[in-house]
T-cell receptor, first 115, second 114 residues
């Protein structure tokens, strides 16, 4: 069964600093990969996705992620964090081989941004 | 454009009562997903529908939970009888046939069972 691990439960960065959130997946083939963001009291919003092709994908709000097959990773990055980026971030994986559109989510990483 | 609409936003009920959560997907979307989010277990898929038909209900915890989608614009998740361990935030999400993996989430229903 596919699974996602987000090793960091909580990360604190200063505004303007760079950010990297880690995500590792377990899946037999190349999966479809996603990052979602959840602001307090809100639903999840899709930041970016990887299906195939260029392993560096760009998303909304200045985020990017890099797929590394050798490391089974899909880390999320942002060069300069803004206070409004404080939220919880979820990595997710989907089966690329069929018609089941189910997403399996990691437990999330809570991002705190200090002024 | 209206996003996914869920009601109620908050529900407080006593153990043993029936609870019904409602979801209206984005117009034109043909897949609908119900998730449950708790601190302990994170975000779990309960069930999902494609073209109103349940495709994967392997996440439904037990017979106390049931979900229906009588038409393309409405779905319900029912818990009967409710228990304190059902307390969680329940999200509904929908996606289109063109981009089935891109799920749009509603604001959630926070359920508290006392």
């Amino acid at each position: 069964a596919q699974s996602v691990t987000q090793p960091d439960i909580h990360i604190t960065v200063s505004e303007g600093a760079s950010l990297e959130l880690r995500c590792n997946y377990s899946y037999g083939a190349t999966p479809y990969l996603f990052w979602y963001v959840q602001s307090p009291g809100q639903g999840l919003q899709l930041l970016l996705k990887y299906f195939s092709g260029d392993t560096l994908v760009q998303g909304i709000k200045g985020f990017e992620a890099e797929f590394k097959r050798s490391q089974s990773s899909f880390n999320l990055r942002k060069p300069s964090v803004h206070w409004s980026d404080a939220a919880e971030y979820f990595c997710a994986v989907a089966n690329s081989g069929g018609s089941n559109y189910k997403l399996t989510f990691g437990k999330g990483t809570l991002l705190t941004v200090n002024p | 454009d209206a996003g996914v609409i869920q009601s109620p936003r908050h529900e407080v009920t006593e153990m043993g009562q029936e609870v019904t959560l409602r979801c209206k997907p984005i117009s034109g979307h043909n897949s609908l997903f119900w998730y449950r989010q708790t601190m302990m277990r994170g975000l779990e898929l309960l069930i999902y529908f494609n073209n109103n038909v349940p495709i994967d209900d392997s996440g439904m915890p037990e017979d106390r939970f049931s979900a229906k989608m009588p038409n393309a614009s409405f779905s319900t998740l029912k818990i009967q009888p409710s228990e304190p361990r059902d307390s969680a935030v329940y999200f509904c999400a929908s996606s289109s046939g063109l981009n089935p993996y891109e799920q749009y989430f509603g604001p959630g229903t926070r359920l508290t069972v006392t």
